[in-house]
Each structure stands twice: as C-alpha cells, then as structure tokens.
C-alpha cells in the first residue's frame, strides 16, 4: 500500500547554504586529491588510458579503429584526453567535477536544496573513481534535460537530452517522460539534435560508428561485472580473461542478445505503461527504475553506471514512502559500488577470491531497484469526473406574464 508523504525531520530536510557549500568543498577536496596524484591513477585506470589512447591515436576513431563510445564522448576524449597520462587524468577530472556540480545545480534549480542535497550526498560513494570517467557529462545533461522540462522550457529540455543521448546511450530510457508530459516539441528538438550529430558522426567516423558502439568493440564475452557474468564468475563458468579494457568470461550468444534485448524492452514498456496511470511524478523512483533495468539486461555493468541512477534516486528521494524505498535500495547499490572501487581497484589484473561475491551482491541489490519499484501498487490518476449542469429552480421554470397565456415557447 502507498503512503502519502510525510513531514520528514533530519539535517538534509532543509539544507542551508553553509551545508550545501559544505557537501561541494568535500567533492571539491576528492578532486584535489585526485589531481595530487593524477599520473599514477591514471597510469593504473583502464578508463583513462582508453581515453589517452583514442586522443594520442593519429588514426580517425571508427573509420580507422574501433571505438565503443558515443561520437560526443569520443570527441572529448579526442579534445581533453592528450598530451601525457598525468595530464588527461586532470583534465578528465576537471570536467567531470564541473559536470557534478552542474547536476546538483540543475537539481537545485528544478527542484529544491534538498533534493541537490540527497544528490551530493549519494554521490559521495563513488567520487575517488567517478572523477575519472565522463559519465557524469550524461548525468548532469539528463539532469538539466529534466529540470528544464519540469520548469516549462521544453525545448531546452529536448536539446539537453539530445546532447545526452549522442554522448551517452543509456539516456534513452528517459524519452518517454517527455512523451508522458506531452512535451512534443521537446522531442522534436532532440531528434533533431541527434540527427545533426549523428550526421556529423558519420561524415567524419563512416557508417561503422553505431556497429562498434553496440556491440561494443565486438567483445564477445560477459562483462565479470554485469547481472549475468557475475553468476558466471562466481560459480567458475569459464576462466576470467581481458578483453576490450575489461575483464570477461564466458561467450555472450547472438540468440542470448536478442533475448535480452527483448527483456529490456518489455521491462522498460511495462516501467512506463504504469508510469501513464501513475500519478506520482514519473521523473523519480520510474526513471530511477527505468534506468537501473539497462544495467539488469546488459552485457557489461562498469562501476560507473552507478553515476547514471544519483539524480533520480535523489528525486525519489523526495517522493512518497514507496518511492523513497526504491532510492534506499538504490543507495544501497551505490554504496556496494563504492566499496567495489576501493577493493579493486586495478582491473587489469584478477582480484582477490571474494570480491566476485561482493559483484553479485551488488548486482542483486541493482535488480532489486527495479523489483522493488515494480512491486509498489499504482497510485491511480482521478478519474475526471463532469461537472454538474446547473439545475434550474421551480420558480425559474414556470411561467409568469405572457409567456404563461402564449400558446407557443417564446424566446
């Protein structure tokens, strides 16, 4: 049964400016630290070194190798991620912390202090690896493709997903918010911001862009990481072995992508379809449960898809009780990440005999955010119901004067 929501007490319920200036100098210290010591991270981070490699490469990314990123992040990588491995570890963090505290701009901004709050506070987990990725670009253009929609500029909105989505896949799973609030010029303006990138993607790349970028560099075995590999690695179904930057195991089927492919989407229809009916805001605990089903049904699982659930985990955070359970289970899932980041932190090489089990741990919890969403009763929409005609009174229906000696209606 759902809850409405309660007055709730605690010291992120009305943050002050000291507390929120707080949360960001402890983000802001992260980076510090991270830039002390930028050339040996960077000398250890599979991440990074991609992103060195596909920069300092005098070949074109996908006409001449293979690249598994989206054209955006490609170009990034191309325009930061130069020179030696110390300097793109710096420049590479530097986006990403102005990209973080975007995102808990674009929360403040569409929401409230205390939803930026709960963000900065999820997030806290996964910094000491998260400034090394871009993937905090999506999130913060998701973020302010959101908060631009819910305050009315929804063509803004549309580009900011647009430019998302062209950076990063996953923001996919969002497009249908902008369906639901009928916002169809927002998603005219994101179409056409992805067709005016993915021209230039393949006027420059060549048509075997979106090849590499699903299949992923034609990886053929399971991510350790995702739900399947971890099941896989723990029972001892094969022999872990690096491929693509990543450690694998096993051999992923073309019958199994088309089945997991068809689960996606039928998780992902049925997220939504209740979302229609639903009338809690469908920008938090269902885009939180929309966007953690790509990590159930994908192939790979990388620590740092955890980024892609913090702004909506922090909007459900502010919702009712159901919604806030979904963002607990998702917490949790965000904390378990951060602790797989610090007890395995070279992944070029395997990693002590129980860390798989802390995997799988992690990923049940990651499947739980979807079930636990999935569970919660729909809180139905009212039906709108006709307003009443106006009944005239006795007195005003009979006749008086000449109408009551007229043989005919008069008007």
Request: proline share 5%.
């Amino acid at each position: 049964m759902a809850h409405a929501p309660a007055e709730r007490t605690g010291f992120l319920q009305r943050p002050s400016t000291g507390l929120l200036g707080g949360l960001v100098a402890i983000h802001l210290l992260v980076l510090v630290v991270i830039i002390t010591k930028a050339a040996s991270l960077g000398a250890v981070d599979a991440d990074v070194g991609r992103a060195f490699r596909i920069a300092t490469s005098p070949a074109v990314p996908y006409r001449n190798f293979p690249v598994e990123f989206m054209p955006i992040q490609t170009a990034v990588d191309r325009l930061l991620a130069g020179g030696s491995i110390g300097a793109a570890a710096v420049r590479i963090a530097l986006l990403a912390f102005a990209a973080d505290v975007a995102t808990a701009w674009a929360l403040a901004w569409g929401w409230s202090r205390r939803t930026s709050a709960g963000y900065l506070v999820l997030a806290l987990p996964l910094l000491p690896f998260l400034y090394l990725r871009f993937d905090l670009v999506s999130v913060a253009l998701a973020a302010w493709a959101y908060a631009w929609l819910r305050q009315e500029h929804e063509e803004m909105g549309g580009a900011a997903l647009g430019v998302a989505l062209m950076a990063k896949l996953w923001p996919i799973a969002l497009a249908p918010v902008f369906w639901l609030r009928r916002s169809r010029r927002g998603l005219l303006v994101a179409a056409a911001v992805c067709v005016v990138v993915g021209a230039w993607w393949y006027l420059t790349g060549g048509v075997k862009g979106p090849f590499q970028v699903l299949s992923l560099r034609d990886t053929r075995g399971w991510h350790v990481e995702s739900v399947i590999g971890s099941f896989l690695w723990v029972l001892h179904r094969g022999d872990a072995y690096r491929e693509a930057d990543a450690m694998r195991i096993g051999d992923v089927t073309v019958w199994m992508k088309a089945l997991l492919a068809f689960g996606m989407l039928a998780v992902e229809a049925f997220i939504w379809r209740r979302a229609a009916i639903d009338r809690r805001d469908a920008m938090g605990a269902a885009s939180l449960a929309a966007v953690a089903a790509l990590g159930v049904f994908a192939p790979i699982l990388p620590m740092q898809a955890a980024a892609w659930l913090l702004p909506f985990a922090a909007l459900a955070l502010d919702g009712d009780h159901d919604e806030r359970h979904t963002a607990g289970v998702a917490a949790v899932a965000i904390a378990l990440t951060g602790v797989l980041a610090i007890v395995w932190r070279d992944h070029s090489t395997a990693p002590a005999a129980w860390v798989p089990w802390l995997v799988l741990a992690r990923n049940l919890v990651w499947i739980d955010v979807v079930l636990s969403w999935l569970r919660v009763p729909v809180l139905e929409r009212p039906a709108i119901e006709p307003e009443p005609v106006p009944q005239r009174r006795a007195a005003d229906t009979a006749a008086d004067g000449l109408d009551a000696v007229l043989p005919f209606d008069a008007e």
